[in-house]
Each structure stands twice: as structure tokens, then as C-alpha cells.
């Protein structure tokens, strides 16, 4: 489902990304951990096609069977809405629109009629505990809360790939344990792929695949 070969990235002089090569096959469950400032917010970034790949010969980058290079910034927006699905660590919902309406959004950019996408994003916050939110803005919800509502807004167009950096990181143990099983089910129900950012021992050691990114490189 991915492929990445010899990844490279710099910041001006900081090389980031020393050749990171990953291949992760579909509904496989892979966790990336590592020390803080180790690149793995880096590496999610552009495997997420939201950073570019720093100049190399002989990098690559495919997702689902798609080389990301060859494509226009147009057929990029659309394959990262249609295929990929982001929870990041800020989590950067729309302050002015209510949960159920960021929720919607990316369904909304993708055309779904409104009355299926309403249906699905109260299915999936209800899922997450939030039925009795649906019409609170961000600021008038907790952080946990507020995390919630981000990872519907990454399920509701189904993607094929889903990004989490931190994703549990502002929730108390029972709703980070919640929001695990939800990755699992996932994953079991529709095949979907997942590369989890963590810092969380329980998270990282459920994934199918355990990478430890050190001096820019991920060892499996
Ligand atoms: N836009 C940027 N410009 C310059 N340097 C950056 C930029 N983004 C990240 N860095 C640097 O790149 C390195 C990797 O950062 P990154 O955010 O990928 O780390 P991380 O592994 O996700 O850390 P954490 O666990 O703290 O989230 C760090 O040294 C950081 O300071
Ligand atoms: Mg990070």
C-alpha cells in the first residue's frame, strides 16, 4: 500500500531524513516511535504527501499503487482527500463550525450528498462518545473532546491510509483505549492501513509492526 525508498529531508543544513525506506502493506497496523525531534513527525508529513521530499535521484513514493511525484497539485488535493485521512498531534479543526459540520467537511470537498454524510459523521461521533456535542465548537469542547471529533473528521470518507501522530495523546486512558480498539476494528472491518506516531508503550506494541526511528532512519 505504501512504498518509500530512500526518503530524504533538510532543513537548510539539518538533514532530517537520511534514506528512510518503508514498505507497509495494506491493513497492516505499523507504529513509528523514537525520541523527541527524531524526524518521525517529519516522516508522517510526507508519507501524508504534505511535505516534499527533499531533492535525491533515487527516492520514491507510492501509495496505493500511485507515484506521488508524478502527480499535479490538483490530482494531489484530490488523492489526499479521497485516500488518506490525518489525525495529527494539533489537531486544527475550523474554530468557526460546529463538530458534527468539521466532521463533514472533507466529505463535502468530496461531493457525498448531505444527507449520507450527516448520517455517517453522527454514526462515527456517537461511536466516539460525542452525541451530546455535535453542536459545539471547538473552544466550547475539552482537548479530549476536541481530538475526537478530528479523528471522525479523518474516518469519514473511508481513506484507505490513515496518519496518526500522537493521536491519544490528550485523552485519559479509558478514551486513548477506546480510540485503539476503533484503529483495530478499522482495520478489520475495512482493511484500512494505519501509521500510528506514539509515545503510548500499549499503542505502539499492539501494531502489527514496531519501527524505531533513530539518527533519521526507521529500524524495523
Ligand atoms: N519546518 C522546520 N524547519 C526547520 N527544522 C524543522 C522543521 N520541522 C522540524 N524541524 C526539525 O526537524 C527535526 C525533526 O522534527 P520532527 O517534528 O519530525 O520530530 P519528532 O520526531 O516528530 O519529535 P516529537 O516526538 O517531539 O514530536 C527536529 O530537530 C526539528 O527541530
Ligand atoms: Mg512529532
Not at 31 to 50: P, W, Y
Request: glycine letters at 8%; aromatic letters at 6%; charged letters at 25%.
Amino acid at each position: 500500500m505504501i512504498i518509500a525508498d530512500n526518503i530524504h529531508k533538510y532543513y537548510g543544513d539539518l538533514h532530517v531524513l537520511k534514506g528512510v525506506n518503508l514498505h507497509i502493506e495494506k491493513g497492516e497496523i505499523v507504529s513509528i516511535v523514537g525520541a523527541s525531534g527524531a524526524g518521525k513527525t517529519t516522516l508522517l508529513q510526507i508519507l501524508g504527501t504534505l511535505d516534499h521530499i527533499s531533492e535525491s535521484k533515487n527516492s520514491n513514493l507510492s501509495i496505493n499503487k500511485t507515484n506521488i511525484n508524478g502527480l499535479s497539485q490538483k490530482q494531489l488535493s484530490k488523492f489526499r482527500n479521497e485516500l488518506l485521512g490525518f489525525i495529527f498531534q494539533f489537531h486544527q479543526l475550523l474554530p468557526e463550525f460546529t463538530a458534527l459540520e468539521n466532521v463533514c467537511i472533507p466529505a463535502f470537498i468530496k461531493k457525498t450528498p448531505k444527507a449520507q454524510v450527516e448520517k455517517r459523521a453522527k454514526e462515527l461521533l456517537d461511536f466516539l462518545g460525542l452525541s451530546h456535542r455535535y453542536h459545539h465548537r471547538p473552544k466550547e469542547l475539552s482537548g479530549g473532546e476536541q481530538q475526537r471529533v478530528a479523528v471522525a473528521r479523518a474516518l469519514i470518507n473511508n481513506p484507505r491510509v490513515i496518519y496518526a501522530d500522537e493521536p491519544s495523546g490528550n485523552l485519559d486512558s479509558e478514551a486513548a483505549e477506546n480510540l485503539h480498539q476503533l484503529f483495530f476494528k478499522l482495520r478489520d472491518e475495512f482493511g484500512q492501513t494505519f501509521v500510528i506516531v506514539t509515545h503510548n508503550q500499549d499503542l505502539a506494541n499492539m501494531a502489527d509492526r514496531k519501527l524505531v526511528m533513530v539518527d533519521g532512519k526507521t529500524l524495523g
